[in-house]
């Protein structure tokens, strides 16, 4: 899942060209509710504002490659990019790289002008460096036009600046033709220079790719992951540069739709365990403190063959809880039980503060996975995200 | 040298320049003056009797000789000494009064008073002291301008005398008053010198003033004669 | 010493016009000084300011030739060279409902590390939010969306949502009002901004696929810089935000430093004003002085009290003068900031930045020049023997023998500053300070002259006019010791008013030839703020009774080192001979000049830069610096750095730019002015709208900007003027006070009332003659420093002094009037004294 990073995208939308407003006279009471969820901001990302942009209403039929490349005909797309990499000495890297597009209107103005444009794109770069226990983090914002950002799909490549993540042609030493990526992005501290490859297929969420995120009509996204990428290539990380492999998971999603009035925010799971089998769950959290009955997962096996999940597929206990120093407190370890598959995991974070405070605060991080699965013992890596636990930052 | 001498005289010469002409006024001058004592100066005018109160005063310099007050050479001391002298030793008194216009009375002799540093509070004590004495107790607040001739002379006087000086040097105090007043005004002068003890010499035609005097001198042809009618 | 100084100070009181007239002599030079320092200090202050408003935080700048930067630069060094740091920058002026405003083309997502101000404002209703999300949306996707702030909206009667027309370079353009700025602690600078994207930009002044510059800010690394400086494309460079600032503010500088010369003028009138006072208050009181010396005040003490009367006359009237400054600087700021706009670069002043430095400058120099003053009257005073010994006629015996020494010093001064002159190269500091060494050196003379001249006029005078006349003509020169002092001021001040208006009229007979034989077309067409369609040029090429059309653009070459004005020009066949070369023969430099690249520097540039026929110079071409050949140097009174005149031809080889700024059209034979342009009219209508002058009106806007540069100069001059007055007036008064007794004898011994009045009068108008006539050489020599030294080295300009004889006599009236109004009331006062009561005085 990750619709409802959406919201994130317009929070941070917001929060960015008010980063240097005056804070509003009367205080924090009387400022606009930036939470996923609040009147407001769904109010803005309601049916409103969808109009004229095509709505994920029916499931369609995804083509590949074309599909990787971008939908500019509805309204947001994001490419999301999380993996669990090691170094040659066993060290321990989490990396995030997330590029979103967004459509500020349906159609563009015509202009003489290359710059114009109603495309705009946001980046968001991460490592987690656990040997330094380090977290950066790093932002990049751009119109998508004159080729400072953009996406295609033939070739594929979706770019901000000099970030990108472009489809390539690799030939593994079986002599197959693989789908592969090719992912850059750095910062002053951070840089990732990879190589992703999978032999599966896109795994397709929801009704044959189509996640509805409420009952409301057009409130869904088309919506495809990559479980399992296999990973190699360098790291930098503070003054050292690290020969990295390991596992990265694809996550794709487009739409127009909006948010739901009562939703509070939401826990990601995407975990890749040990025996070839991937998990991916989103928790939709009520303002209530209810969990929402369109939160939605995947079970892939091994062998590919994915399997829809349900809330009530689903029983999540958290097992311990983490104190952010900028205030909100997020759940940090949980017991995730599929009764259906016979599956119990424990998933503890690699770090605790894996907390994005940049201009909208969440929490995205690696994790560790262990648990039983058919009664043998599995273990296993992946990346959750919390949102909708902190207030926003100033 | 006899102690009691105030003033000494030394072969004093003084001339002036007038065009081509040299004018010679005090020629080899000798005189001593004692303390306590009242001396008339007497002479045609023109005879040099401004010159040598000037000459004492330090307002003026010799050509040649010698000028001892209280057996300080002050003939010998700069210009600027001679001025600090002047204003702690000398009191004089102008023919001309010399009021200064843009002063009340009060502030006239006040100004000799600054002048010598003396406290402020003891400063108007003396001023209405010596106002009272010339008979100007009412006047201290007026402007010199409306004053008469005969009050105006009595500021100066009262001036001259506010800082004690040592000597005082009178030239024709009496020369724009009436008899009365002139009277009035010599034997207040008289009396204020004689209570502080100092030497005075002045400046006169008048035979009336010179019989006011200890001791009358004339000057003739620059040179200073006893006269006759004194002892 | 308070009762010794309520003596001194008692006497200025019962004076009261001469102290008033002392105060404000002070006050007015110290005034003209502050004003013009603040008007000249805001100026530069405000378009600093509105520069760095503009540059925000970048501290470097990627610059290119006329056309901008390439805007593929700016994408490269993003996403293939990885440069943050960076933000596209166009900037532009536009008309909206006949107000000119600046406008900012930016790209948002960049501005956050420049310009927090460019950031849309959060609106202040309850639907802050929506409200903010349109308003950003808009303004990336509405062609012609603006941002402003408040103050700006407000003053065009916009509100939110407003649609509006923009004018630039004479087309229109819709524009719609989207948001105001996040204009915070805002400035006058930011009020008259107007933000819009880079692509409305690049619209709105034709500079699709460019940028007007690239800012960058550079951080402690210096990788950036080197890895910026390896992707510069050749004619590309990146300079420091701050030299370019300063490069543009420097072209000004000439000018400023003109105008505190002016100042300095006024205050050394002041001084001698001053000095007037405080020497007759001295002479004045020669008895007081005497009195004092003999009650024992030492010769120091005395010097002390003269001093610390004129400082405090300097410090009373110098802080009146910082009080009449602010209001005058008030006045004089929309005069400079005008001249500014009309010759150098554009500035927008409102107020006038009252800065503590300039006032308190105002007051040091006014205290500290009245201090001066005071000494030579001081030492006098101090000099003074005890008691009441000094008649008059000692005094003015022992002042008319220092007359020949004044005199030599004053040749001394004046041989200095001859010396200077040829020593000090192109120094205009040094420049200033002869012209000021010459006017002090002659006006030391003038005593001399005028005792010279009295003596031997009395005799005349008395055959012709009596006693009375012979009197007042003797006593001119029995009182030099007072009478000497009014005429050097308001000799200074008349000369002032000659050298001024010869050098301004001289400059205007030469402008206004060189304007004449530069225009030779019979219509000047151009578009504010842009350049012509090229289209449209085209097309009024080829209407009938067009002959010819000349083509120019102007455009400025950056350099490290500086700005290089470059004119651009396709010249006409009928306009040959309008351009008048110095050192060349005509043929073959337009020869080389079409034909072989060859430039031709004007006049002022080659000043500037010391160079001339058959020298190179260096300019920065689209291929990167190259050098080329000067031809000749031609006949200019352009006022900057001077500019540089290139073929059209040339330029197109080098620059691959073929925009043109305006046109000059030369007529066919039988062709009418007014036909033609109103088919012009008509032709551009809905295309572009044309700005079209007539030969004759160009000369005339021409002259009109002239003339409207000069009015500060005039104002100024006229202060000066103004001073003198108070100080003639000054001394006459003083001189008829102090000879009150003298007056009583003579009305004593039986002179009425009507011939006293006269002679004073008669004296006064003396002292003005005589002081006119000292001022013609004076200001004479003033104008030839003027022209030949103070503006070659301002401006490089060369041009020849024409007198105009009206000139000279409007100065001899001048300065006779003002004395005579000055001498009216002495002379009703001397007239109407009562001989008794001024008699008692003494």
């Not at chain 1, 009952?215 to 495809?224: D, E, F, L, Q």
């Not at chain 2, 035609?205 to 006759?228: I, M, P």
């Not at chain 3, 706009?341 to 007051?363: A, C, E, I, K, Q």
């Not at chain 3, 020869?591 to 830069?609: K, L, T």
Request: with cysteine.
């Amino acid at each position: 899942m990750k619709k409802v990073m959406l919201c994130v995208l317009l929070i941070l939308f917001f929060v960015f060209f008010n980063a240097t407003a005056p804070p509003p006279v009367a205080g924090r009471a009387e400022s606009p509710g930036f939470a996923p969820g609040s009147p407001r901001l769904a109010s803005l990302l309601g049916a409103e504002g969808a109009q004229g942009y095509r709505q994920a209403l029916a499931p369609r039929q995804f083509r590949f490659p074309e599909d990787h490349g971008p939908h500019p005909e509805y309204r947001n797309e994001w490419w999301y990019v999380t993996g669990n990499l090691d170094g040659e000495n066993d060290e321990r890297f989490g990396f995030e790289l997330t590029l979103f597009r967004f459509s500020l209107t349906p159609e563009a103005a015509a202009d003489d002008s290359g710059w114009r444009s109603n495309q705009v794109f946001i980046g968001h770069f991460a490592i987690t460096d656990l040997a330094a226990n380090k977290f950066r983090v790093a932002s990049r914002y751009s119109r998508g036009s004159m080729g400072l950002a953009g996406a295609q799909s033939d070739p594929f490549r979706v770019w901000l600046e000099d970030w990108h993540l472009s489809g390539a042609s690799v030939t593994g030493p079986d002599g197959q033709v693989g789908n592969a990526w090719h992912l850059r992005a750095n910062d002053k501290d951070i840089a990732i220079d990879l190589l992703l490859r999978s032999r599966q297929s896109p795994v397709l969420n929801g009704v044959d790719g189509l996640s509805k995120k409420s009952s409301t009509p057009g409130n869904a996204s088309y919506y495809y992951s990559i479980p399992r990428m296999q990973t190699s290539g360098t790291l930098r990380s503070g003054d050292k540069s690290y020969e990295v492999s390991g596992l990265s998971w694809l996550d794709r999603e487009w739409g127009s739709g909006g948010l739901s009035l009562d939703q509070q925010g939401w826990d990601w799971f995407a975990l890749q365990l040990s025996d070839g089998s991937s998990l991916m769950f989103y928790n939709l959290r009520k303002i209530d403190g209810t969990r929402d009955e369109f939160s939605a997962g995947t079970f892939i096996a091994a062998d590919g063959t994915a399997t829809a999940l349900s809330r009530d597929d689903v029983a999540i206990d958290v097992l311990d809880t983490w104190d952010s120093p900028a205030g909100g407190r997020y759940p940090m370890a949980w017991r995730m039980t599929i009764g259906a598959h016979d599956l119990s995991l424990r998933i503890t974070p690699i770090m605790r503060g894996q907390e994005l405070t940049t201009l909208v605060r969440y929490w995205e991080g690696a994790v560790d996975v262990e648990g039983e699965y058919r009664d043998t013992a599995i273990r296993g890596r992946g990346y959750v995200e919390l949102t909708g636990y902190a207030a926003d930052p100033g | 040298m006899n102690a009691n001498v105030q003033i000494r005289l030394s072969h004093l010469s003084r001339s002036f320049q007038e065009g081509e002409q040299r004018h010679v006024v005090l020629q080899d001058l000798s005189a001593d003056f004692a303390a306590g004592e009242t001396v008339a100066l007497r002479g045609r005018s023109g005879s040099g009797k401004s010159t040598l109160l000037n000459l004492i005063s330090g307002i003026d310099a010799p050509d040649s000789g010698r000028i001892e007050i209280a057996g300080l050479d002050i003939t010998a001391m700069s210009e600027r000494d001679r001025t600090l002298f002047r204003r702690v030793h000398i009191g004089f008194v102008y023919q001309a009064f010399n009021l200064v216009p843009t002063l009340t009375v009060a502030d006239n002799i006040r100004l000799v008073l600054e002048l010598n540093n003396v406290e402020e509070a003891y400063a108007s004590l003396r001023i209405e002291e010596l106002l009272a004495a010339v008979g100007l107790a009412n006047r201290s607040a007026s402007y010199p301008d409306v004053l008469s001739g005969g009050e105006q002379q009595r500021v100066a006087i009262a001036r001259a005398l506010a800082h004690r000086p040592r000597i005082v040097l009178a030239d024709e105090p009496t020369g724009n008053l009436d008899d009365s007043t002139a009277a009035d005004v010599l034997t207040l002068l008289d009396d204020l010198v004689r209570e502080q003890g100092g030497t005075m010499i002045v400046a006169t035609h008048s035979a009336k003033v010179a019989a006011f005097c200890d001791r009358v001198l004339e000057l003739q042809n620059g040179q200073l004669l006893a006269d006759s009618g004194h002892g | 010493m308070p009762v010794l100084y309520k003596a001194s100070f008692g006497y200025l009181l019962r004076h009261p016009w001469q102290l008033g007239l002392a105060l404000l002599g002070i006050c007015v030079g110290v005034a003209v000084i502050v004003a013009v320092d603040l008007a000249n200090s805001s100026s530069r202050k405000a378009f600093l300011l509105s520069m760095n408003t503009i540059n925000g935080e970048a501290s470097h700048q990627i610059v290119a030739g006329p056309g901008g930067v390439d805007e593929n630069l700016y994408v490269r060094l993003r996403v293939e060279e990885g440069v943050q740091d960076i933000a596209p920058v166009i900037t532009g002026y536009a008309d909206v409902n006949d107000q000119t405003l600046q406008v900012l083309g930016v790209d948002l997502f960049a501005e956050r590390t420049f310009r927090a101000y460019t950031l849309p404002a959060a609106g202040s209703s309850g639907a802050r939010f929506a409200l903010h999300e349109t308003t950003f949306r808009d303004f990336l996707t509405k062609p012609g969306a603006v941002l402003m702030s408040t103050a700006a909206a407000t003053s065009l009667g916009l509100s939110g949502g407003d649609n509006f027309t923009i004018t630039t370079a004479g087309k229109d353009y819709p524009a719609v009002l989207v948001g105001t700025t996040n204009a915070h602690g805002s400035s006058a600078a930011i009020g008259s901004l107007l933000v819009v994207d880079i692509a409305t930009a690049q619209h709105w002044f034709n500079k699709v696929g460019y940028l007007s510059h690239i800012d960058v800010r550079l951080r402690a690394d210096q990788d950036t810089a080197a890895t910026i400086r390896a992707a510069l494309p050749p004619g590309t460079q990146l300079l420091s935000a701050e030299s370019r600032t300063q490069s543009i503010t420097e072209m000004s500088a000439a000018f400023m430093t003109n105008l505190t010369a002016m100042s300095l003028l006024a205050l050394l009138i002041g001084t001698f004003l001053i000095y007037n006072s405080v020497s007759f208050a001295v002479l004045q009181r020669r008895k007081l002085i005497g009195v004092l010396r003999a009650l024992g005040l030492t010769r120091r003490e005395t010097f002390a009290l003269i001093v610390a009367e004129g400082a405090v006359l300097g410090l009373v009237g110098a802080a009146l003068g910082v009080v009449l400054g602010v209001w005058l600087g008030e006045q004089l700021l929309l005069l400079v900031s005008q001249s500014i706009n009309d010759l150098y670069f554009r500035v927008t002043v409102t107020d006038v930045d009252v800065s503590p430095w300039s006032l308190l400058t105002g007051l040091v120099v006014g205290v500290g020049a009245t201090g001066l003053a005071a000494i030579v009257p001081a030492i006098e005073a101090a000099g003074y023997r005890p008691q009441l010994s000094l008649a008059r006629s000692v005094l003015e015996h022992r002042s008319r023998r220092l007359l020949p020494r004044i005199a030599v010093a004053g040749l001394v001064a004046a041989a200095a500053a001859l010396i200077i002159l040829p020593l000090s190269g192109t120094s205009l500091l040094a420049g200033l300070t002869a012209m000021f060494l010459l006017i002090l050196g002659f006006a030391l003379c003038i005593p001399v002259i005028v005792d010279a001249a009295s003596r031997l006029s009395a005799g005349f005078a008395g055959r012709l006019g009596g006693i009375t006349a012979r009197l007042a003509v003797r006593d001119i020169s029995a009182s030099l010791s007072r009478t000497g002092v009014a005429i050097v001021a308001l000799a200074v001040a008349v000369s002032a008013t000659v050298g001024v208006s010869v050098m301004v009229d001289s400059f205007r007979v030469a402008v206004s030839a060189w304007i004449g034989n530069s225009l030779r077309a019979d219509i000047y067409v151009g578009v504010p703020g842009g350049s012509l369609d090229l289209e449209l040029v085209d097309d009024i090429g080829h209407l009938p009774g067009v002959a010819e059309i000349s083509s120019s653009r102007r455009i400025w070459l950056e350099m490290p080192a500086g700005r290089t004005r470059l004119l651009v020009i396709d010249r006409a066949e009928s306009g040959h001979g309008g351009t008048e070369l110095l050192d060349a023969e005509p043929e073959a430099t337009w020869r080389s000049f079409e034909e072989e690249g060859a430039v031709v520097v004007s006049e002022p540039y080659a000043y500037r830069n010391d160079v001339g026929q058959g020298d190179t110079l260096v300019l920065n071409t689209r291929e990167g610096p190259q050098a080329f050949n000067i031809a000749a140097t031609y006949r200019s009174y352009d006022a900057n750095q001077g500019t540089v005149l290139m073929s059209r031809r040339t330029y197109q080889r080098h620059w691959q730019d073929d925009a043109i700024d305006s046109i000059g059209i030369y007529l066919a034979a039988d062709a009418s002015l007014q036909t033609v342009m109103d088919r012009m009219r008509e032709l551009s209508q809905g295309r572009q709208a044309l700005y079209m002058r007539s030969n004759r009106d160009l000369r005339d806007l021409s002259l009109q900007i002239f003339d409207r540069t000069f009015v500060i100069t005039d104002v100024l001059y006229w202060l000066a003027v103004g001073v003198a007055i108070i100080g003639i007036l000054g001394s006459m008064l003083a001189l008829q006070l102090e000879r009150a007794r003298e007056f009583a004898i003579l009305r004593a011994i039986g002179m009425t009332p009507w011939q006293l009045g006269s002679m004073v009068t008669l004296q006064s108008g003396l002292i003005g003659l005589i002081s006119g006539l000292a001022a013609l050489p004076l200001g004479l020599l003033m104008a030839w420093v003027l022209i030949d030294v103070i503006n070659r080295r301002s401006f490089g300009w060369q041009m020849d002094m024409s007198i105009a004889p009206s000139f000279l006599l409007t100065a001899l009236a001048l300065s006779t009037g003002a004395a005579l109004v000055a001498g009216l009331y002495p002379a009703y006062r001397a007239a109407s004294a009562r001989p008794a009561l001024a008699m008692r005085e003494e």
